[in-house]
């Protein structure tokens, strides 16, 4: 396909898009699903004060509400590929708008079961599970509950905190209508005067461009644009945190930290060990700007200047059908069940690939996998596309063998380890890649790319983790999250992160106005965690073989059966030490002499 403009979306041809009817035949089929789950609300309330009458009784519950669980996630699902694919299309936004309406309601009417669970005594469930051995699947959810006693409320506040599930919603919404629906952009300008188009989807290619006037050009036209919007920006995340908290203090948290990590049972001290175990590391990545500085010849390192190759003539168009194909090569090692499900995800239409107009910007797995996962691209042919390939296909396969391999209450796994499996297709790759070619300059490109990575998921990510444990701060302090004071911020951490060699434009202060990521509620510090256990987990595969694959694919196949820790011990990576951390930023230590020492003359 021609990538150099964006088509509208009957101009994709079908072969590369998703096919939804895996979901729901069609648009009717769904309405008709819609309707009926409407009176689901009804049927919950024939549940209400009964849980604790009987194991039966109880049994019954659970599977109901596995059942509804399933159906409200596809209905979710189908409306949320169909918006995205189009953003611009109203009729999507509002059937996406119905989904979450219904989701809202239902798990409103449930709210009452998680205080009627919480209320049956010890020994009478320890009995329940005795009469009924079927229990025993529910035995890790049901303990899960009642961990969280001291946070859960009274039936009707738990219905009343379910009911705000929508609104709480809105400021994610709204600043993603802004950023992938409302905002333009000027073309970028090169150096000789073309025009090039500039969207969330091109601004990362661009980026990467060897023409260093066009990459100026589109980092200034996105930053003054985004500036244009920065007040409403900075309103949707005030109001994302305002709700965080209000949700942390009803809950009886402390911090809103420690509500949105005591979900997914991974202690706080995991988040604010890794911010100080980078700002120890900071040297290596001084290092890395300084020899970037060198290898492009510049006598200022700008923003701009930290995505380009700094090989010349390194860089080459990589088809997506080539990409596909070397995807599949890297990843053999993980056997043939492994690379089987990836033919079949190729060639049955899981994958949304090109960008058109409208399109949500980015990528992503649907993380559902029922009946299989979505996969989501805007696939520009560079060597970032095929590797965006290899993450996203991990985060689809690893929900393909979590929801295969485990009952529908524990297949869905924490967001924790939700980056582990996607990153170690990504170091998979890198090896392949680096272990088939002799050539000085292709290996100096291909070097530079993987401290790309280390530097965007280990630096960069921790680097978004501490503003938004700042920006959390902020809000339980009382203070408003304004444009001047995230602006003030962010320009003060890039500072740091980044050193003494780079130039901070001030426009990348305005950084935070175009990360989706901040709607998250902590999401960002689990790309550093996940790369450093990915990082061990490849290097335990490359050197062990088949029993550490083996390993993995339990690994792959726990969902949330267990915490988030103990599932990657089972894998052969304890993340409870700050081993796999410090190993990975010694990485790229050595990454970063060994790309010093090549001869590029």
């Known amino acids: 396909m021609d990538l150099s403009i964006i088509p509208e979306r009957n101009e994709i041809p079908e072969e590369y898009t998703w096919d939804l009817r895996d979901i729901f035949?069609?648009?009717?089929?769904?309405?008709?699903?819609?309707?009926?789950?409407?009176?689901?609300?009804?049927?919950?309330?024939?549940?209400?004060?009964?849980?604790?009458?009987?194991?039966?009784?109880?049994?019954?519950?659970?599977?109901?509400?596995?059942?509804?669980?399933?159906?409200?996630?596809?209905?979710?699902?189908?409306?949320?590929?169909?918006?995205?694919?189009?953003?611009?299309?109203?009729?999507?936004?509002?059937?996406?708008?119905?989904?979450?309406?219904?989701?809202?309601?239902?798990?409103?009417?449930?709210?009452?079961?998680?205080?009627?669970?919480?209320?049956i005594p010890d020994e009478t469930l320890d009995r329940f599970y005795a009469e009924c051995p079927a229990l025993e699947t529910y035995r890790r959810t049901l303990t899960q509950v009642r961990r969280m006693r001291e946070h859960i409320l009274s039936p009707a506040e738990e219905k009343l905190l379910a009911a705000a599930g929508e609104m709480a919603g809105a400021p994610d919404a709204i600043a993603g209508a802004l950023r992938n629906a409302d905002l333009r952009f000027e073309d970028a300008i090169d150096s000789e005067g073309g025009h090039h188009p500039l969207s969330a989807g091109t601004f990362g290619p661009l980026m990467e461009s060897p023409d260093r006037a066009l990459r100026k050009s589109a980092f200034e036209n996105c930053y003054a644009r985004y500036g244009a919007f920065k007040n409403t920006v900075a309103a949707t995340l005030d109001a994302q945190f305002k709700q965080l908290r209000y949700f942390s203090e009803a809950r009886h948290y402390p911090t809103t930290l420690a509500a949105a990590l005591d979900h997914n049972e991974v202690p706080e001290s995991v988040y604010l060990n890794l911010i100080e175990a980078v700002h120890q590391n900071l040297d290596a990545m001084y290092r890395y700007v300084a020899?970037?500085?060198?290898?492009?010849?510049?006598?200022?390192?700008?923003?701009?200047?930290?995505?380009?190759?700094?090989?010349?003539?390194?860089?080459?168009?990589?088809?997506?059908?080539?990409?596909?194909?070397?995807?599949?090569?890297?990843?053999?090692?993980?056997?043939?069940?492994?690379?089987?499900?990836?033919?079949?995800?190729?060639?049955?239409?899981?994958?949304?690939?090109?960008?058109?107009?409208?399109?949500?910007?980015?990528?992503?797995?649907?993380?559902?996998?029922?009946?299989?996962?979505?996969?989501?691209?805007?696939?520009?042919?560079?060597?970032?596309?095929?590797?965006?390939?290899?993450?996203?296909?991990?985060?689809?396969?690893?929900?393909?063998?979590?929801?295969?391999?485990?009952?529908?209450?524990?297949?869905?796994?924490?967001?924790?380890?939700?980056?582990?499996?996607?990153?170690?297709?990504?170091?998979?790759?890198?090896?392949?890649?680096?272990?088939?070619?002799?050539?000085?300059?292709?290996?100096?490109?291909?070097?530079?790319?993987?401290l790309d990575q280390f530097k965007g998921t280990i630096y960069r990510q921790t680097m978004f983790a501490e503003f938004e444990l700042e920006m959390g701060r902020m809000a339980e302090r009382g203070e408003a999250l304004t444009a001047d004071a995230l602006c003030e911020k962010y320009l003060a951490l890039n500072r740091l992160y980044f050193g003494p060699e780079m130039v901070s434009d001030p426009e990348i202060a305005l950084e935070w106005a175009r990360i989706p990521h901040f709607f998250y509620d902590y999401y960002v510090y689990q790309y550093a965690t996940g790369f450093s256990a990915a990082a061990a987990l490849a290097e335990r595969i490359l050197t062990l073989g088949e029993p550490a694959v083996r390993d993995y694919k339990r690994f792959l196949s726990g969902g949330c059966s267990t915490d988030p820790i103990s599932l990657l011990k089972i894998a052969g990576v304890d993340m409870g030490s700050p081993a796999p951390v410090n190993a990975a930023l010694h990485l790229f230590g050595e990454l970063v002499d060994e790309l010093a020492g090549l001869d590029l003359t």
């Open 291 to 450: 020899l970037r500085k060198k290898l492009l010849g510049v006598e200022e390192l700008h923003m701009y200047d930290v995505y380009t190759p700094v090989v010349k003539d390194a860089a080459v168009k990589i088809p997506y059908e080539e990409a596909k194909a070397t995807v599949l090569e890297a990843l053999s090692i993980l056997g043939e069940d492994y690379v089987e499900l990836l033919k079949t995800g190729f060639n049955s239409r899981w994958i949304d690939v090109y960008e058109n107009r409208g399109k949500r910007s980015g990528a992503y797995s649907s993380g559902s996998a029922r009946p299989h996962p979505y996969v989501l691209l805007n696939q520009k042919d560079t060597l970032d596309s095929m590797f965006t390939i290899a993450h996203e296909m991990g985060h689809a396969l690893h929900s393909y063998y979590s929801c295969h391999k485990q009952p529908v209450n524990t297949s869905d796994y924490v967001i924790f380890v939700a980056e582990v499996a996607s990153t170690c297709n990504e170091i998979l790759l890198m090896r392949h890649l680096l272990g088939r070619t002799a050539d000085v300059k292709e290996r100096a490109y291909l070097i530079n790319h993987f």
């Open 25 to 119: 035949p069609d648009d009717e089929a769904w309405f008709a699903e819609y309707r009926a789950l409407l009176t689901v609300p009804e049927e919950i309330a024939a549940y209400m004060g009964t849980l604790g009458e009987s194991a039966g009784r109880l049994l019954a519950w659970l599977k109901f509400s596995d059942e509804i669980g399933v159906r409200t996630e596809k209905l979710l699902g189908y409306a949320s590929c169909k918006s995205d694919q189009d953003i611009a299309d109203g009729g999507y936004q509002d059937m996406r708008s119905k989904a979450m309406a219904c989701y809202v309601a239902i798990a409103g009417a449930a709210s009452f079961s998680t205080p009627e669970l919480l209320a």
